[in-house]
C-alpha cells in the first residue's frame, strides 16, 4: 500500500490525501497511518494528519520511526515537528523514536546545508534534558549528533552544564558508567 500511495502521489496527489484522510479513522489502518503518511510527502496537510493520529491513539511509538527515513519529515514544519515529537515522546516507548526522528531531520538539514529551524533547536534541548542515561550506550551517536545541533552558543552551555550535572548524579547512582 505505501509503493501504491508512492506512486499515486506522483500522479494524483489530491486522491492520495484522500486515501491518507479515509486511512486516518480507519479501523485497521489507522494504526498504520504513520507508515502510510510517510510513504509522501508530509508537508503541512500531512503534519496535521500525524497530529490528529496522535490523539486518536491507535499507532504504537515504532510505527511513528517510519517519519524518519526517506526524508519523509522535511518537507514539515519545524513547530510541527517538534511538536508532533513531543507528542510521540509521551507514547510508551517513545523516546527512542522521537531521538530516531530528529536525528534524521537534523542530518538532512545538515546535508542539505539548511539551517535547523529554531523550534527543532528548542524541542532538541529539552529532549536531552528528558534523556534517561543508561548503562548502554545504544543512543550515543544520535544524542551526539542532537547535542552537537542543538548545543550551540550561550544557552547551549548553560544547558551543558545542567546536563554534566545529571550526569555526575547518575553514575553517583551507578545508573549509568561515566
Not at 4 to 21: E, K, M, V
Not at 147 to 162: P, Q, T
Request: aromatic share 6%; net charge positive.
Amino acid at each position: 500500500l505505501c509503493g501504491f500511495l508512492h506512486g499515486l502521489y506522483g500522479r494524483d496527489a489530491n486522491h492520495a490525501r484522500a486515501i491518507l484522510d479515509q486511512a486516518l479513522t480507519d479501523p485497521v489502518l489507522g494504526t498504520w497511518f504513520p507508515v502510510l503518511q510517510a510513504a509522501v510527502p508530509v508537508g503541512e496537510l500531512g503534519a496535521a494528519r500525524l497530529a490528529r493520529a496522535l490523539k486518536i491513539g491507535k499507532a504504537p511509538a515504532h510505527f511513528y520511526q517510519s517519519l524518519a527515513y526517506g526524508r519523509a519529515t522535511d518537507s514539515m514544519p519545524g513547530k510541527a515537528l517538534a511538536s508532533l515529537l513531543r507528542g510521540i515522546a509521551t507514547l510508551e516507548n517513545g523516546l527512542d523514536t522521537t531521538v530516531e526522528i530528529l536525528y534524521r531531520r537534523l542530518l538532512s538539514d545538515s546535508d542539505q546545508k539548511k539551517m535547523h529551524d529554531p523550534a527543532l533547536i528548542a524541542f532538541g534541548r529539552d529532549l536531552l534534558l528528558q534523556m534517561r542515561y543508561a548503562k548502554t550506550g545504544r543512543e550515543d551517536h544520535r544524542l551526539g549528533h542532537v547535542g552537537k545541533a542543538c548545543l550551540k552558543g550561550k544557552s547551549g552551555a548553560d544547558l551543558v552544564e545542567k546536563l554534566c550535572r545529571k550526569l555526575r548524579t547518575a553514575e553517583a547512582k551507578r545508573e549509568t558508567y561515566a
